[in-house]
């Protein structure tokens, strides 16, 4: 495991890419909060578990700085709960 300065490096350069193209992306932007929203019924079940398990992995990577551990993915599943 990295040290935690360079996981919060690394997961804030996740966050400004992600921001960033969803800014540049408007089509992104909406297949996320499609992926997101769990009350939208029109929302393709494949595509929301597809999208937010991607998104999940990513993050889980970045904080880890390398290979995810299951604590990492619980660290997710905590700030998407924040």
Request: aromatic fraction near 4%.
């Amino acid at each position: 495991m990295r040290p935690p300065a360079i996981a919060l490096n690394n997961t804030c350069e996740l966050v400004g890419r992600r921001h960033r193209d969803w800014e540049c992306n408007p089509t992104l932007t909406a297949a996320m909060i499609r992926a997101f929203a769990v009350s939208d019924v029109t929302a393709d079940a494949k595509s929301t578990s597809t999208g937010g398990d991607s998104l999940r992995a990513r993050a889980a990577k970045a904080i880890s700085g390398g290979e995810p551990t299951a604590q990492d993915y619980q660290i997710v599943h905590f700030i998407g709960d924040v």
